[in-house]
């Protein structure tokens, strides 16, 4: 192939409301964007936080604007009109439930990030939702040419709950921001309030990212340290109640949680900067970009024993396993926050680790995965040796479901549907 790879991206997950998936899809369509590539990105208006115009007026971009809800009927009628519209090498699907099923001959890449729900279902047991959850997700494999996941602990999630095998090249892990980096410098943030000292955490408002145990630490830690405060950072899902807010009621610690949903990403550095030591509990993930993004910016990393969590931290944070109680949180704390050169080292330890993961290395590899799949690579996607019957397990309870990208309108006609919007 001559001239630029041509790829239509379903890049409608740049909303606030696919929280890590957007950030993903943006910060490696940022990069992908200036490689030898022709980039058709379907887009929707409600872009949030995420500032894409300067993205979508690139010279190797065509946007194309489209308010039909990601994971709906309606979706599939608009992917098939644009491959007939563009004529792609390749599609690019960053959140796998979007995949068409019908494409012709044009190949699709789609990305599995994590088996969250599936992991809830094998716990509490399945419901309406994780079964249409698991019933797309099944389709989308056999609808893809190739299927990529950020992690090898999500690798191997996809081969216990649907039983095939990913090559090691479909794992694409995710980048942190060069301007992590140089976020040390930085001053306080002006215009909201905050302790003197405080443990950040940064992650949306849901049980699965465990908060409840960093509000029981920092009771714990009162005492001792009078001082310091806890910034939970996350937007809150509106379907669950506010447990983390009963908590903090109930032991008494108000004075000393802060709590914000929607800081602009200018401010989230800042809270970086001047953070204490970064907390990261959760009970699973697919990769854990917070963990990245605080080791770059210089944190000392306090973070939980989930499979992706620690293969992102790479030996570059204290791990603490995620069900532990309290107490054992607040101890790796308070060894942090009282030990400087125990705090030095972890902090030179994450740098190191997060300077190896770059959004230019996801995007040239990423890139490479289009381009032998544009060339009739399938990526050997097949049977693997496991519990095939797991993938009729498989599936989640709505305890997550925005993480899935699946809209509060749930299932109905026929499919997972986001609500009626119209668009292109």
Known sequence: MTGPLRILVDGRVMQDRYHGIGRYTFELLSELSRRHVDLTILHSPDQGRLDTGELMARPTVRAVASSVPVASVRSQWLLFR???????????????????????????????????????AAVHGRSAFSVAYATATRLAIRSAAALATPSEASRQDIRRFYGIELPAAAILPHGVSQRY?????????????????????????????????????????????????????????????????????????????????????????????NAAVFAYPSLVEGFGMPVLEAMAAG??????????????????????????????WAQALARVLSDPQFGR??????????????????????????ASTAGGDTFAVGPAGGDRAASDRAGGDRAASDRAGVGAGGVRGGGITGGDQKGW
């Not at 800081?263 to 800042?270: A, G, H, Q, R, S």
């Not at 944190?299 to 054992?328: F, K, M, N, T, Y």
């Open 299 to 328: 944190l000392a990393v306090v973070a939980s024993d989930a499979e992706a969590v620690q293969e992102v931290a790479g030996g570059g944070a204290l791990i603490v396993p995620a069900r532990a109680p309290a107490r054992d």
């Open 82 to 120: 644009a491959m007939l519209a563009f004529r792609p090498d390749v599609v690019f699907i960053p959140y796998h439930l979007s995949t068409p099923l019908l494409h012709g001959r044009v190949p699709v890449v789609s990305v599995i990030h994590d088996c969250i729900f599936e992991r809830e």
């Open 181 to 273: 980096f140089s976020a040390a410098s930085r001053p306080r943030p002006a215009g909201i309030d905050l302790p003197g000292r405080y443990i950040l955490h940064v992650g949306v408002q849901r049980p699965h990212k465990n908060q409840r145990v960093l509000v029981e630490a920092l009771a714990a830690l009162r005492s001792d340290l009078p001082d310091l405060g806890l910034v939970l950072v996350g937007q809150q899902d509106p379907r669950f109640p506010d447990e983390t807010g009963k908590l903090v009621t109930a032991l008494g610690v108000s004075d000393r949680v802060w709590r914000y949903t929607d800081l602009d990403d200018e401010t989230l550095l800042d809270l970086y900067a």
């Open 345 to 370: 080292d972890l902090r030179e330890r994450g740098r190191a680790v997060a300077a190896t993961h770059t959004w230019s290395q996801s995007a040239e590899r990423t890139l490479a995965m289009l």
